[in-house]
């Protein structure tokens, strides 16, 4: 099975841009989870999709959002980027949603905010 | 949001010697996993624990679930350079969430 696959891998973008990141989970998986990783905070969770739904929320700003498609892949947005959104941010997917079953991890988007 | 918490931050060891780092967490959990992080890239799973009490090895790694459901630890046995990396704690709380752990940073000296 192939793995959980994140695009792009590196992205450099300015502040007040916004940015869009992608994730196909493992297949078969319907729950994805994103996570921003920065040297300070460590793994941030950001929220998590199963089946087209939002069911879990982490303690970001409205200008971090998401969305799934029918086929699972996850789409994450970040509007009027700031420089301390310079993270790693990581998807992971699941075949069960909010933690009923283990977590399998993309190698990132790294963003940088000029 | 929750963390757990990771000790030791940092190790600094010879190639060869045996590695014990811990995780421990304010409340119960169900799972603990623990991962391996190598820069730039996305942590990858090494052991999964579901029971209270179990013991479980993965090569030279060995990981148990504490008795009191809320800490876990992770054993590396002879180490090697390739075993250099981040090492993350992780588990689901009752709040349908995963939450990880600050880490540890392994340095393995040839």
């Known amino acids: 099975k192939a793995g959980v696959t994140q695009t792009p891998r590196y992205l450099i973008k300015t502040r007040g841009q916004q940015v869009t990141l992608s994730c196909s989970p493992i297949s078969g998986h319907r729950s994805v989870s994103w996570y921003q990783q920065t040297p300070g905070q460590g793994l941030q969770f950001l929220f998590e999709?199963?089946?087209?739904?939002?069911?879990n929320k982490g303690n970001f700003p409205g200008r971090f959002s998401g969305r799934q498609f029918s086929n699972s892949r996850s789409e994450m947005n970040v509007s009027t980027l700031e420089l301390g959104d310079s993270a790693l941010y990581l998807c992971?997917?699941?075949?069960?949603?909010?933690?009923?079953?283990?977590?399998?991890f993309g190698p990132g988007t790294r963003l940088t905010v000029l | 949001g929750q963390q757990l918490n990771q000790s030791p931050q940092s190790m600094f060891i010879q190639e060869g010697e045996d590695v014990s780092m811990n995780c421990t967490s304010s409340s119960i959990f169900n799972t603990w996993l623990w991962y391996k992080q190598d820069p730039g890239e996305g942590p990858v799973l090494l052991i999964a624990?579901?029971?209270?009490?179990e013991l479980t090895s993965n090569g030279r790694l060995t990981a148990q679930f504490g008795i009191t459901r809320k800490d876990s630890f992770l054993n590396i046995s002879a180490s090697i350079p390739s075993d250099v990396g981040i090492y993350f704690c992780?588990?689901?709380?009752?709040?349908?969430?995963?939450?990880f752990g600050t880490g540890t940073s392994l340095t393995v000296i040839p």
């Open positions: 992971a997917s699941s075949s069960q949603p909010g933690g009923a079953d283990t977590q399998y």
């Open positions: 624990l579901y029971k209270a009490g």
């Open positions: 999709y199963f089946s087209e739904t939002q069911r």
């Open positions: 992780a588990g689901p709380s009752t709040g349908n969430q995963f939450y």
